[in-house]
């Protein structure tokens, strides 16, 4: 596997988990655990403290990959033949007279910005509304890295808008998992040890992430479609080339990943939302989410080898 598909993948992974477990925070969890309190249950400090640290991992992940992309690409530009490139020439140009450079400098600033917002919150308390601006600003970004920003005339901007959906819908799935397998793991020992609040807070959670789920995947799948249609040569798509092979992976790895989302959804979210002890339905429920992210990252890495291979149409 070449070195630069895989530095943007794990750079694309850290930003989407970092901005989807914000907005999940902000539009899930967070009015959940209200509803939690109001039931005279204390789900104790809550998962701020939690994100917090998961936010600075992600910022680390993207510090040294935000790197790697530009030796990276430095080398590819200067056909250097190595996996990086450091030299002050070669990066001083990348940075100044590409558009790839300029956008890279931009992400840069967004960075150092979500790195001072996290500094200046020690305890994590309104850590979505102060960071998730900055996280959705870093993730819409990448939008201008890939094809859809290579594109000129009336397909500029129809494209350009399908992946900024495409990657924003895909961030609030991707990077819900993580913190909703936390919520899930914090549940199952809370059925165990009878701790009710955080089972309560579980259940209220898994009820609001159908419709959370729901919008995202209908968005993602409307973009990717559109995306893929216009990628692909419209009424005339060509199949054969190897674009359209990686789009083809890609597809299968979405529709296992949306199985087993369906399962947890119509079936063992159901039997959560019923059941008195619930300790092995959310063990289940737990190991369903994480495979769902499993999954997530072999797609985010084929989204990246296919923002790398020429489209048959473009
Ligand atoms: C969980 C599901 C999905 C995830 C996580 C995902 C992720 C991504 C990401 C991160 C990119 C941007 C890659 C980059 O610019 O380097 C992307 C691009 C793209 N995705 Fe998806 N995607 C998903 C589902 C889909 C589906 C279902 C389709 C098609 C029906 C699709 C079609 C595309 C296309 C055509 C692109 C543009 C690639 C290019 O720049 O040529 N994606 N996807």
Partial sequence: ??????????????????????????????????????????????????CRRVAWGCLAVMAVTMLGWLAGTAAVVSDSGHAMVFDPAVLTTLLRHTQFGLIWVLRLGVEVVLVLILWLRPS???????????????????AMTGHAAAEDGSHHSFLLTAMVVHLAATAAWVGSLPLLI???????AGALSGNAAAVSLAREVVQRYAGYGGAAVALLLVSGGAAAWSF?????????????????????????????????R????????????????????????????ALACAIILMAVILSQAPPPAH
């Avoid at 692909?232 to 949306?258: E, F, N, Q």
Wanted: glycine fraction near 10%; hydrophobic fraction near 60%; proline fraction near 5%.
């Fill in 1 to 50: 596997m070449e070195f630069l598909p895989v530095m943007i993948a794990l750079h694309l992974l850290a930003v989407e988990t970092l901005a989807g477990m914000l907005l999940f925070l902000h539009v899930v969890v967070g009015p959940a655990r209200l509803v939690v309190v109001e039931g005279a249950l204390d789900p104790g400090a809550g998962p701020e403290a939690w």
């Fill in 124 to 142: 994590g308390r309104g850590l979505a509304e102060d960071a998730l601006p900055w996280a959705g600003l870093l993730l819409l970004t990448i």
């Fill in 182 to 188: 936390r919520l899930l793991a914090d549940a199952e």
């Fill in 232 to 264: 692909l040569g419209g009424r005339s798509p060509d199949l054969s080339s190897d674009y359209a092979h990686t789009l083809a992976v890609k597809a299968v790895l979405v529709a296992s990943m949306l199985a087993v989302a369906g399962w947890n």
């Fill in 266 to 293: 119509l079936f063992l979210g159901r039997k959560l939302l019923g059941l008195g002890h619930p300790a092995r339905i959310l063990a289940l429920l737990k190991r369903a989410a994480l495979s769902e992210y």
